[in-house]
């Protein structure tokens, strides 16, 4: 008997979460073919999938269920080798297991025999090290608190973007109520459960834009920086963690490592699913260094960045948050072409939190949205 998908029930005040599902009754170490073909069309059609009870499962299990949803991969980490430059945003945040390196260990504790790490002190990432403007220190107490980054699980320099990224969940803290605020004068905020993973779909992101921002979107790339993670590692972000505060604080060239120009990352900024065919909003807001519009770039920093951030902002909406509640054991796999991705929660040295994450570069570049694909949404605007 196959496994039984149960679609997310979102609160009244997320009516605008219309992805996610549950999975009760499924053991990943003994997953037959027939189960994972399954399971491979529910990634893409729910986003993001919760498996529930999977407390023991191995490293090299999650690694190879991974490699799976992309067979043609290239066997490196999403982020290649930039999570070990001492520099990089995201080096704090992670550490390979010796043995397993595709599989990264990161949560808040301190762990011990572990994989093969005889010691380590993992720490929570908190937007106090990221964002320009910070909650204080009594208000972090007061279980206040923000999204971390937005974003999807890639390099964005010579390599492209895993197609999916899992989230095993060994360890949470203690559960408690903590409230995300977005501080950008909307007055927004969100009760979460501390440490949740906080999630967006770009489906979603793209069919709620006014139809001159979906027309614009279509004809439009996006231009990540070289050497992304370092080039804006004395940058800071906005406080809803969609995108950095222009300030001039981006590396220049010659502060950055040697960079090809065959590596750099130009992507459509619209993305179609692979098995629904719908049309996806697939940014990294805080990587971006320009947009070309029409064939001409726009050139200045801070106008791209305020573009993408109308364009986004409404994406991230409470409303259209979906921030997931970890259970001991739960292993979570998700769209990472589809969606957009936060940590959240400010933690107290005394919380205990420990996760692998796996994600693989892919050979193959995001599917590009065609004329075809687009046609609909001109005529939904054409009869109305």
Same mark, same amino acid.
């Given at each position: 008997?196959?496994?039984?998908?149960?679609?997310?029930?979102?609160?009244?005040?997320?009516?605008?979460?219309?992805?996610?599902?549950?999975?009760?009754?499924?053991?990943?170490?003994?997953?037959?073919?027939?189960?994972?073909?399954?399971?491979?069309?529910?990634? @893409?059609?729910?986003?993001?999938?919760?498996?529930?009870?999977?407390?023991?499962?191995?490293?090299? /299990?999650?690694?190879?269920?991974?490699?799976?949803?992309?067979?043609?991969?290239?066997?490196?980490?999403?982020?290649?080798?930039?999570?070990?430059? =001492?520099?990089?945003?995201?080096?704090?945040?992670?550490?390979?297991?010796?043995?397993?390196?595709?599989?990264?260990?990161?949560?808040? =504790?301190?762990?011990?025999?572990?994989?093969?790490?005889?010691?380590?002190?993992?720490?929570?990432?908190?937007?106090?090290?990221?964002?320009?403007?910070?909650?204080?220190?009594?208000?972090?107490?007061?279980?206040?608190?923000?999204?971390?980054?937005?974003?999807?699980?890639?390099?964005? @320099?010579?390599?492209?973007?895993?197609?999916?990224?899992?989230?095993?969940?060994?360890?949470?803290?203690?559960?408690?109520?903590?409230?995300?605020?977005?501080?950008?004068?909307?007055?927004?905020?969100?009760?979460?459960?501390?440490?949740?993973?906080?999630?967006?779909?770009?489906?979603?992101?793209?069919?709620?834009?006014?139809?001159?921002?979906?027309?614009?979107?279509?004809?439009?790339?996006?231009?990540?920086?070289?050497?992304? @993670?370092?080039?804006? =590692?004395?940058?800071?972000?906005?406080?809803?963690?969609?995108?950095?505060?222009?300030?001039?604080?981006?590396?220049?060239?010659?502060?950055?490592?040697?960079?090809?120009?065959?590596?750099?990352?130009?992507?459509?900024?619209?993305?179609?699913?692979?098995? /629904?065919?719908?049309?996806?909003?697939?940014?990294?807001?805080?990587?971006?260094?320009?947009?070309?519009?029409?064939?001409?770039?726009?050139?200045?920093?801070?106008?791209?960045?305020?573009?993408?951030?109308?364009?986004?902002?409404?994406?991230?909406?409470?409303?259209?948050?979906?921030?997931?509640?970890?259970?001991?054991?739960?292993?979570?796999?998700?769209?990472?072409?589809?969606?957009?991705?936060?940590?959240?929660?400010?933690?107290?040295?005394?919380?205990?939190?420990?996760?692998?994450?796996?994600?693989?570069?892919?050979?193959?570049?995001?599917?590009?949205?065609?004329?075809?694909?687009?046609?609909?949404?001109?005529?939904?605007?054409?009869?109305?």
């Amino acid at each position: 008997m196959t496994f039984t998908l149960e679609p997310i029930q979102p609160s009244p005040k997320q009516s605008g979460v219309d992805f996610g599902a549950i999975i009760n009754d499924l053991d990943l170490e003994k997953i037959s073919p027939e189960d994972f073909e399954k399971l491979f069309e529910a990634v @893409y059609t729910y986003q993001v999938i919760v498996v529930r009870n999977q407390g023991h499962i191995h490293p090299k /299990t999650q690694y190879e269920l991974t490699k799976r949803f992309d067979p043609q991969n290239i066997d490196i980490y999403g982020h290649g080798s930039m999570h070990n430059a =001492s520099e990089s945003v995201i080096s704090r945040d992670i550490s390979p297991l010796p043995e397993v390196p595709q599989v990264q260990l990161l949560g808040h =504790s301190i762990v011990k025999n572990h994989f093969g790490i005889e010691e380590k002190k993992l720490t929570h990432p908190s937007h106090t090290v990221f964002h320009k403007d910070c909650l204080t220190k009594e208000e972090m107490e007061a279980g206040q608190t923000r999204f971390y980054r937005w974003h999807m699980d890639a390099a964005l @320099y010579k390599l492209n973007p895993p197609k999916v990224t899992t989230l095993f969940a060994i360890k949470n803290p203690e559960p408690r109520r903590e409230i995300v605020r977005y501080d950008d004068s909307t007055g927004d905020q969100l009760d979460v459960q501390l440490g949740t993973t906080a999630f967006i779909s770009g489906q979603r992101a793209f069919e709620i834009l006014p139809q001159e921002l979906k027309e614009l979107a279509f004809k439009t790339k996006v231009k990540y920086a070289a050497h992304p @993670y370092l080039w804006m =590692s004395k940058a800071k972000a906005r406080s809803t963690g969609l995108g950095m505060v222009s300030e001039g604080k981006e590396l220049t060239k010659d502060q950055l490592p040697e960079i090809n120009e065959e590596h750099i990352k130009i992507y459509p900024m619209l993305w179609k699913n692979p098995v /629904t065919g719908k049309i996806h909003l697939q940014v990294h807001p805080a990587a971006v260094e320009d947009l070309i519009i029409d064939g001409k770039p726009v050139g200045n920093l801070n106008e791209v960045r305020e573009l993408l951030y109308k364009i986004q902002r409404p994406a991230i909406s409470p409303e259209n948050v979906f921030a997931h509640e970890w259970q001991d054991g739960d292993f979570v796999i998700f769209h990472n072409r589809g969606l957009l991705h936060s940590v959240v929660g400010s933690l107290k040295d005394t919380d205990e939190r420990v996760f692998h994450q796996c994600n693989i570069a892919s050979a193959d570049d995001p599917i590009p949205v065609t004329e075809a694909d687009f046609a609909p949404y001109r005529n939904i605007q054409a009869s109305a």
